[in-house]
């Protein structure tokens, strides 16, 4: 049978951000994609060389719009590393704090776009309605809803009271008994199933091979977390990785569904176990001249960072490797064989973040 | 069907989950990172916040005591309030409106006057 070229995007209602498939069909059925990437590039990382390193933590969080937390914090860790100092414990654990706090509202709004590709608007808009809150804490506690700007080098720049995080500690108890309550909604839905499961499999020796990273990797079987190297104050804390069998797109849903609840748990760990203290140490001077690699794990996945200085107050290189890149060559295997109406769900059950990717 | 009764019921009783946003706002959190504003007298224009802005949004003149904001090009990190020296800077609790023209906010005080000129 004759095949037929479909381009998806950069611009398409399900994408929310501006990635372009060229999709070679045959009847309804995919048999090629080829990416390509690069409408919103923006030179980020070229900017070290006119800031000073301490400016380059403002730069790092525009990265991403929605792990902007992680990013800095993942640039601090490694500057941190190079010029030999410790945040202080306090600072860890906040900084463990907000970062899970993200991580929520990264699935919250994912959930919901999610809920948004298959046509179930009112589930978007709940999903959307609960991230709000999360939101609030952000706002609250922070001063800014997404681009927190809390990280600096040495520490953090805000400070939780008690009356905060007892705040946080209620708030969170109401948010999850609100994701609970949508669980069966998006879980055991008979037209979700229909839509999602099956759909899009990824083995685990596929995903290791690929180099897939987050919860598309653990939604395949394999029980990798860059939680679990301990940064910040995560080795005092408990943590299991949330793993799936199945590697379908409802597989990865789940994954991501459970991940909310345990940063929940995980938020109330650190809030029990916080110790008082600073909040930041003093810096002074530049990194010394050498490299480092920080890495650390985001909503979608592990985030690897690599540093260079020459020993001034401008960075040589600053080099970011994100997780939709490291994930980008497993959508493209797992495309073909499947329907062009499943291209949307797939397409968003690795999360793709472009500007991520893109830099 | 007897699922969604209660359900509709508990959506007629209960309030709305969305304000009339522009005719009804809420009170901004404690601690927000809105609008920058300085407090010019206390100002001794050492220009510390100039230096440290990561956009480059700020300009500080000493000698004729000019204190110049571009607010489109600040990203509300709040940077500049937490160096200051003086504590002359400060974030409101509410976000700048949008606005149709470009334009600065620039700021005159007194320039600090030097030793010499002081004794006189």
């Known amino acids: 049978m004759k095949s037929t070229v479909i381009p998806i995007g950069p611009q398409h209602p399900v994408l929310p951000e501006p990635v372009h498939l060229k999709l070679t069909v045959v009847d309804e059925v995919i048999t090629d994609v080829v990416p390509s990437l690069g409408f919103v590039h923006r030179g980020l990382e070229m900017l070290v060389d006119s800031r000073d390193y301490h400016q380059v933590v403002q730069i790092v969080e525009r990265v991403c719009g929605i792990c902007s937390m992680m990013h800095a914090m993942c640039y601090c860790q490694g500057i941190e590393e190079m010029m030999g100092i410790e945040a202080p414990p306090r600072a860890k654990y906040l900084r463990v704090i907000w970062s899970e706090l993200h991580r929520m509202h990264s699935h919250l709004l ?27 804490i952000h706002e609250a506690t922070t001063g800014n809803r997404v681009i927190v700007s809390v990280n600096k080098i040495g520490g953090v720049g805000k400070d939780l009271d008690d009356d905060q995080i007892e705040w946080i ?120 001249e050498g490299e480092a690699i920080s890495r650390v794990e985001q909503p979608r996945g592990e985030v690897f960072y690599y540093i260079k200085s020459k020993g001034q107050k401008k960075l040589e290189r600053l080099r970011i490797r994100t997780p939709t890149f490291a994930n980008l060559p497993a959508l493209l295997s797992i495309l073909p064989g499947l329907y062009l109406s499943d291209v949307p769900v797939v397409v968003l059950s690795i999360d793709p973040c472009i500007s991520c990717t893109e830099r | 069907m007897f699922k969604m009764t209660p359900n509709i019921l508990r959506n007629l009783i209960t309030d709305k989950a969305t304000r009339l946003y522009p005719f009804e706002t809420r009170e901004p959190w404690t601690g927000v990172r809105g609008e920058l504003g300085i407090d010019i007298e206390k100002c001794t224009f050492c220009g510390i916040c100039a230096l440290k802005c990561p956009t480059g949004c700020l300009s500080v003149n000493k000698k004729e005591g000019l204190w110049i904001c571009d607010p489109f090009v600040c990203v509300y990190c709040g940077v500049c309030v937490e160096s200051c020296p003086k504590k002359c800077l400060y974030q409101d609790l509410v976000y700048r409106e949008a606005a149709d023209e470009h334009g600065k906010i620039v700021m005159k005080g007194e320039p600090p006057r030097r030793k010499k000129e002081a004794e006189t």
């Open chain 1, 110 to 136: 994912w959930l919901g776009l999610f809920a948004d590709s298959f046509g179930f608007e009112s589930l978007f808009m709940q999903f959307w309605r609960i991230r709000e809150k999360v939101l609030d």
């Open chain 1, 169 to 288: 500690l209620s708030e969170l108890k109401n948010i999850k008994r609100e994701v609970r309550r949508l669980g069966p909604t998006l879980l055991d839905d008979y037209t979700v199933k229909k839509r999602t499961v099956g759909r899009g499999v990824l083995t685990s020796q596929q995903a290791i091979d690929l180099g897939t990273v987050g919860p598309t990797l653990r939604a395949s079987g394999v029980a990798r977390d860059m939680r679990q190297l301990g940064y910040a104050a995560l080795g005092e804390l408990d943590f299991e990785p949330v793993i799936e069998e199945a590697g379908d797109s409802w597989a990865r849903c789940k994954v991501r569904f459970k991940e909310v609840l345990a940063s929940i748990d995980m938020i109330r760990q650190a809030a029990g176990k916080i110790p008082a203290g600073d909040i930041a140490v003093r810096v002074k001077g530049a990194p010394p």
